[in-house]
């Protein structure tokens, strides 16, 4: 229902992008308007659902990043918009968002540090030590949620 919503009214928007387009507006400037306006929409708090997503609903969210850059340069596949505009993918730019926002709760003084489980330190010195220990998830929700999934892609100590 979430994502249902957000693509509704992401829509919605993509209409200013095709009245500037009318206009005379330049792809570079109406990509300006989709990373203001539209993207936005799309990404808002997305660590907390990101994790959770099917590929059903991935493909659905990155309809309206598609439909927008064939508003702006409508003779190029979807690789070739994304590389002259100079945009990641949806997908891309979610997880990059998602890892930010857990290095950022990483830090001791976040005030939503607490939410992790406790960090653990090993005397010895393994290759891929964790700070934090895999957590034992009992359902596919728990596992799907945003702790589980940051701690099992980016706790790897550098």
Known sequence: MHVGTICRKASKRLYALRCLKRSGVLPRDLCSVFCCFIRPVVEYACPMWHSSLSNALFDELEQIQ??????????????????????PTLQERRDELCRRFYKTIMRPEDKINDVL??????????????????????????????????????DASP
């Open 66 to 87: 598609k439909r927008a850059t064939k508003i702006m340069l409508p003779g190029l596949s979807y690789r070739e918009r994304l590389a002259h505009l100079k945009l």
């Open 117 to 154: 489980p406790p960090t653990t330190e090993s005397a010895y010195s393994f290759r891929n030590a964790r700070k934090i220990p895999l957590l034992k998830c009992r359902t596919k929700r728990f596992q799907n949620s945003f702790i589980p999934c940051a701690v099992k892609k980016w």
